[in-house]
């Protein structure tokens, strides 16, 4: 770590991407899973600590990933390593790179793991490989899927970009894929896809309805009795009360997920 | 039974669709597996022979589901029906209704259940609704994935249409979405996004290409002792002397898969 | 695949397992799924032709595996391999060697696969390797599940035993199992576990009450309409009919599932 | 929730499970993940706040749960659990009340589940209801593994037990099981299971074979080089030159896995 860590520096790397390989348990029956919490967020202060002494002004990131090689990563999904990192104080040092295809091993979608991350601060660098939909490991794809880059870069420019983060790919052929030029038919497609993606949530963003649309959701709370309970001036004998005495009785109101599918998929 | 196909009968019905609602079973602790699928055999012998008799001339169609509500449903996957039907003899008098949701719980993509169906012979009919990508259970969204409605359609445009089967959406909304105009909102999409798959499939056709690609992969078998081999002429002693004495090392070929997703994705 | 079972018969074995290891498809956009099967069916022609050839006695096995290498296997599971054989007319020739880790990863389990194929006259002989139950990929585990295991020897021994075919454990240690005692470790618990299940199948079956609850079930069937019905002397008009005339209203009865794991877990 | 903590106080209850069946999302689209959070959060607070002004001394449980009824719960498993308290100052309020079969579906065992909430002080309570594993939703069975119950008294038993929370069966029986007598026959195995898990757990501390072999693992952490880097005494420059000075070249060992299930295997 140390060296690689220098390296980076020295060529003027911005990220530096701890990347899970062996940090889990091939069984529990081996493992005091408190303990290598700790040995872990050891190693990550000792990362820190050399970064900020030579100087590396970098992003330091680590990499969710649900499991393989080891049966169990400690590093399960951004909901994961949030906890883990605010337990060990971590969590304004160290940022999430996030890939396609681990957070569909994870049980959760890509915009999953991108709204999660950055609503939490957490949202530092992109892997952009998919995974196949069918097999249980890491198959790292080149993307192939518009749609679900459009919705990536959707979280990703609300939140005003990556900063020093990018969009990596490294992705792999296929076995079967032998030639010299499988590589460039993997790359190209997988450019041309992101780029669709981004100019699709460019133009979610400018058409602007759907942002209205997910605003209104929320309005009710922004001011009268639903600001004051967000900000903790009202206990539950309050609301209570003032429930019983204005005879208040919310009527559910349509999710319209179907219609808001529909901008979605237009500029896509 | 009797009374449904008698009405779907006088109704002019041109389907009569077997949904496995409660074939299949719980625990296999109480379940003889072989008894059971001889009486549901004898069951689908009455369908057909009543069928018959009444002068139904549609097709008959049992819908391929990997569980639920059952544990097991014995209408698996499309390769588990064929082989059923082969069985009992009857792989001539009934065909699959294909769903998209239920081939990705069966561990398959949607296009899988075509292209195997469409290979036995077995491919009557559609039912559109696409699962969840992340829910365990059957879901039943509208489609909203033209790629994918684009793959199926060349499967079913390359075998000739559906005949007298159809696409059909018994997709629900979503338990949030309350409004009747949240019903048009989840149809209205579902019917563009089937017809922009079907304009594409047309269109990966046309272009040509794609097949060309395909049916090279496979050309190397249309003549010499690839058609032999195949036409059953060559025993493994005279392949093994063929190889032998004419230094056959045949070299692995790219499979391309990457260069081969390119015309999909641009026709779609 | 000649040389190779040349050798087999010198040496007297009496098992040949085609591991389907490269028998699928990496992609469905370069596959011509019908015509790979038809290609798949003539070398398993040419195998049984060289196996009678030569004098060979044994088993051919095909080793049912949903994925991995592959995304899909040919041989998926038992159900699929049935009606892959049926439709080339190999039923009678080749029967499956089922792999309890192959079974889980196929959605199913061990027990599932063992009396589908029993019931097909399929069940040749078993790979004992257990999967993780959080592992997406082929782990060959060895095995430690008793339960498991009686359940499986349950089918077993209710059809006569395995003939030629055997238990055989293609499992390994772990990655992190680095001493030669490790394999030692690995192996005995495995034979242990075997034991303990067989005994337990023994027990259940001496027993006689869990078989008794089991006939009892289907006992409806055996004599009266029911028998008729199966017989296929009764149409659906004869079956209306009699209903209607006797009033015939059937109340459903108890599964009795939690029952039933009790003599079960007792034996094992 | 006031009415009902309110009554649970009155009655003597011990616990207060908050269960999650709307506390997530059914579709990103009409969701803003960081605002439900907060007021999650904020509701969270108001439960607290509450049961402090009544004197209610029991435990507040957080029931994780993956998904079911939304796509995604946003308890979804222990760690992210932790990680929500931790970010609104909950986490010495609130505990977790496990699931076995929501463990599974989250992609865990379910002594995984037990083993990070016991590290990180949010074990309180236990749902033993089992998951079927090839359905993939909540399916509620009565416990019939006693060895997966012997793991998690283990973890119980090696904090000192559960406090105030205990052992729930909200299980159901089947849909077939109709008669009275079927929950009897559901119950008592899933006590028996229970009590048959516990008896190992204790026989496998008492042995103390297993926990040696365990704190043998991390004992060259405890003293010397080890404990120095854990207590956040050595720089990676440090270390860096430590390693080069005495020639430090660890050698890998053994996990020993397969041995260790030997101890566990022989208590259950």
Redesign the interface.
């Known amino acids: ?3 690689v860590l220098e390296l980076t520096n020295e060529l003027g790397g911005e990220n530096y991407v701890l990347w899970g390989g062996r940090e889990g348990y ?10 290598e ?3 872990m967020a ?1 190693f990550l ?3 820190i ?2 970064a900020e ?1 030579i100087g590396f002004k970098g992003q330091i990131l680590i990499e969710p990933k ?4 080891s ?2 990563q400690y590093d ?2 951004v ?2 390593v ?3 990192l ?2 060990y104080g971590l969590e304004k040092k160290v940022k999430c790179n996030i890939e396609v295809g681990h957070a ?6 890509f ?2 793991e991108l ?2 991350a ?3 601060g957490q949202l530092g660098s992109v892997d952009a490989n998919r995974n ?6 890491d198959t790292d794809h ?1 993307p ?2 518009a ?1 679900e880059m459009a ?1 990536a870069f959707y979280y990703i420019l609300k939140q005003g970009g990556l900063g020093k983060g990018g969009f990596n790919f490294d992705a792999k ?7 010299p ?2 590589l460039l ?2 790359h190209i ?1 997988g450019l041309d ?1 992101t780029a669709r993606g981004l100019k699709g949530a460019v133009a979610l963003i400018e058409d602007g309805e759907y942002d209205k ?2 605003d209104g ?2 309005a009710g ?1 922004d001011n009268g009795s639903g600001k004051d ?2 900000a ?1 001036k009202l ?3 309050d ?2 009360a003032k429930v019983h005495a204005d005879g208040i009785n919310p009527q ?11 901008p ?2 237009r500029f896509v």
Do not use: C
Not at 256 to 262: A, I
């Open positions: 770590m140390k060296a091939e069984t529990l029956l081996n493992t005091k899973i408190g303990r919490q700790d040995q050891r202060h000792l990362v600590e050399h002494k649900p499991q393989e090689p049966k169990h399960f999904d909901a994961t949030f906890g883990f605010q337990k569909f091993l994870a049980g959760h979608s915009e999953h709204a999660v950055s609503s939490l196949d939909l069918q097999s249980g490991w080149f192939n899927n749609g919705l052929v296929r076995r079967q894929s032998l030639d030029a499988d038919h993997g497609p896809t649309l997910l959701r929320y709370w309970i967000l903790g206990s539950p004998a609301i209570a559910p109101k349509s999710g319209r997920r179907e219609y808001l599918e529909n979605v998929n």
